[in-house]
């Protein structure tokens, strides 16, 4: 899989490629984005071949590309560190394990990088990563996450893994072509160790041209308690500068990122005429008048930060809603959800944001929200200012691209105070895009470290603040302590809505760790009553501000 992803991505890489682009299938949802991407490009000519095949004749007869030789079984730790090096040294990772650089069409390229005479006495991913940092660090332009294969016995042994998995190094093409700092840490992010030492180094290391707030691709899954530790990163090192792009295990980036970026709110709002920009155009006109004797909804569908998602399950969900529309009468399909969308697709995979923007212009009034927490999976609240405005800034932009005005917020349990005292207050500036936060607290089960008076907190009737509460499904199972309310049935989530204070304007995140599906979702609408209003995020937002303007 090494050797085939890290060829896809020196192949993918030229600008001019006689020879075609070079797509790989690893699951069912490749051939739907394949076929996706056919129906955009009719003039591509697919030509099929095993990855025996491939790795044989296109990588080593016809690109001639060098090699990097490691054991499997003895580099097994330090396998997403060869992987950076197969980005800067342009080369095809072969196994002497399964003998591979001893196939004829191998037997004369050049060796750049042999791991068993550089890592001679002794193999960890500190050494490694430490190695290739300052040999190499300086020619690589971003940052990966790729577990090894670490896995922890339970919740309770959160600092004791055991090398025993396969690493998923699907996002091998993309981090080859792009030349990432692709690494692992496992106890990285847990202070006093000589891991966070070399981590915090890395990180904030002043001479690396990394963007910053630095933009982990991946994803870090080490030390779990009920939950990742540190996946949003931000967390991880004192400097607060780091935000997660969720994207473990993803490949073809280096196949869809061919396409010039999205750069222009107008190549995506084309689908949005009927929905969106008519909620835009009502609110202009002053047509949406707030009704206390109403409840207004949101529906946020969440998790859209998570780029294996967009790739697969969510695209299931989309296929799933404009089915149940194009087939039922029920008057679901009357009713918006508000799918968050990562804005890096913006330039990983801009096919992908036409194809879920044109499905929510089949389903009807669908719209699109930032997802935790805007720009990156990340807690801005814990930033400092400099990194903070950084990220501020690059928000914006995205809003400004998805057409998404509102944004999913996460911050630690104890960061809330922080964020209301130096984040949000700094969207309250009329030039900047997002107005509205949908609250998620990490961990969800954990008391937040502010008092919520309502649904949702104003700031100056700019911009507002919505309260932490989702529902996660129905099924309980394997969930961690003082979290039932975010497992209801259907019958108990209608009731508690149905039961708001009249004129309430609030929301519900959707998010599927315990089986929340649309099937759930719709019976749940069908036990509304009247006086419950299901709309859009703007809409919403739109009622809030009345709603404030009221009640003074």
Sequence with gaps: KIAVLACQGLINRKETNVDGLVFTIKESWDVKWMRTALENDP????????????????????????????SKEKHHEIIPQLITLAGVLDAVPLDTDTAMH????????????????????????????????????????????????WRQPDDLHPLAPELEREPDVGLTDYIVKNRIFNFFLYPGCVPLT?????????????????????????YNDAVHFFGSVFEAETNCISAHNMGQVASSGVNNFSFFNRKPAITNPAELEQYLSGSLLQTRKDIAEGNLVYNSSKTYMTFVVGDGDNIAFMKGGRRGWMEERVAFCQESDSGYCDIPLAFSMSPHLTYLAPEWLHWYYKQANISGPDVFVLPPSGHLYAYPGMMPDDQQNSFLESTNQDCDKLLARASVHW????????????????????????????????PYNFPTDVAWDGHYTSLNDKVFVFKPREWRGTNPEGAPPFSDQNYLS?????????????????????????????????TMFGMLQEHVKIVNHEELTEMARQRSSFMK
């Design 43 to 70: 003039s591509m000519e697919p030509v099929s071949m095993t990855s025996k095949d491939f790795l044989q004749t296109t990588c080593a007869l016809k690109e001639n590309f060098p090699i990097i030789l490691y």
């Design 102 to 149: 001893e196939m004829q069409s191998w037997q004369n390229h050049e060796v750049v990088f042999n791991a068993s005479s550089v890592f001679q006495e002794e193999v960890s991913e500190l050494i490694a990563t430490q190695y290739i940092f300052e040999n190499y660090g300086s020619m690589t332009t971003g940052v990966s996450m790729m577990n090894p294969g």
């Design 194 to 218: 000589p891991e966070h030492d070399l981590m915090t180094r890395i990180m904030t290391y002043p001479t690396m041209a990394w963007k910053k707030p630095v933009e982990v691709f991946g």
């Design 411 to 442: 911050e630690w349990f104890y960061g809330w105070r922080k964020a209301f005292e130096t984040y949000f207050p700094k969207y309250e500036e009329a030039e900047y895009c997002v107005n509205a936060f949908f609250a998620t607290n990490v």
């Design 490 to 522: 259907e019958a108990d989530m209608a009731a508690e809505i149905n039961g708001y204070e009249p004129g309430s304007v609030a929301h519900l995140y959707l998010t599927s760790d315990g089986g929340m599906n649309l099937p759930s979702l719709y």
